[in-house]
Nanobody, 120 residues
């Protein structure tokens, strides 16, 4: 399984960016696809994810500003980020979580990371 992320870049505060991620390979038992981010000196944190049923979850910081969508047929996930703030500056990682049989945990695949920089 490979995750190919695109988008990101440099934007001024208040601007918008779109991140896209495409999953390829033989994939069974997808639980969710989504985006995490990691700022310098901080832990990786969830930004938004969408389950295989289409139910989205957002971090409080993303609620109302970001929108996540998924194309089941293409195994892609897109994150529309609006009203970006300096605090959104981070490396953003695409995530694919798959169900592990007979286990309560998911197995996580990660994309290569894409830099988002918001200038204030």
């Amino acid at each position: 399984v490979q995750l190919q992320a695109s988008g990101g870049g440099l934007v001024q505060a208040g601007g918008s960016l779109r991140l896209s991620c495409a999953a390829s390979g033989v994939i069974f038992g997808i639980n969710s696809m989504g985006w995490f981010r990691q700022a310098p000196g901080k832990q990786r944190e969830l930004v938004a994810r969408v389950t295989s049923y289409g139910s989205p979850t957002y971090a409080d910081s993303a609620q109302g500003r970001f929108n996540i969508s998924r194309d089941l047929a293409k195994n892609t996930v897109t994150l529309e980020m609006n009203s970006l703030q300096h605090e959104d500056t981070a490396v953003y990682y695409c995530n694919l979580a798959v169900v592990v049989p007979l286990s309560p945990d998911n197995y996580n695949y990660w994309g290569q990371g894409t830099q988002v920089t918001v200038s204030s």
